[in-house]
């Protein structure tokens, strides 16, 4: 099982930047591939950026350049660095862990933390 719990949502001006964290209980945290996704009022959630066990990145187009995500698997976390932000990327914004297991992978969910770009 893998608990996951996101912090460092807020309210922000366009152009600010924010720091988000997802923080993981459970062993072996170093195994799952970690992402962010985030859901906006009407829309489907989407994928915002996955950072692999091994280390490898990719992003959403909409936010490249802008976001960076990273891990750091001594503290059994991830963060999503944003910057350059703008009302479009006002959302709820989820922690995700793919996990394999045996031959499959299952995922967890932290709960969500609101980010509203806005002045």
């Known amino acids: 099982q893998v608990q996951l719990v996101e912090s460092g949502g807020g309210l922000v001006q366009p152009g600010g930047s924010l720091r988000l964290s997802c923080a993981a209980s459970?062993?072996?945290?170093?195994?799952?591939?970690m992402g962010w996704y985030r859901q906006a009022p009407g829309k489907q959630r989407e994928l915002v950026a996955v950072?692999?066990?091994?280390?490898?990145?990719n992003y959403a187009d909409s936010v490249k350049g802008r976001f960076a995500i990273s891990r750091d698997n001594a503290k059994n976390t991830v963060y999503l660095q944003m910057s350059s932000l703008k009302p479009e990327d006002t959302a709820v914004y989820y922690c995700?862990?793919?996990?394999?297991?045996?031959?499959?992978?299952?995922?967890?969910w932290g709960q969500g933390t609101q980010v509203t770009v806005s002045q």
């Open positions: 459970g062993s072996r945290f170093s195994i799952n591939d």
């Open positions: 995700n862990a793919h996990r394999p297991v045996g031959k499959a992978y299952y995922d967890y």
């Open positions: 950072i692999t066990s091994g280390g490898s990145t």
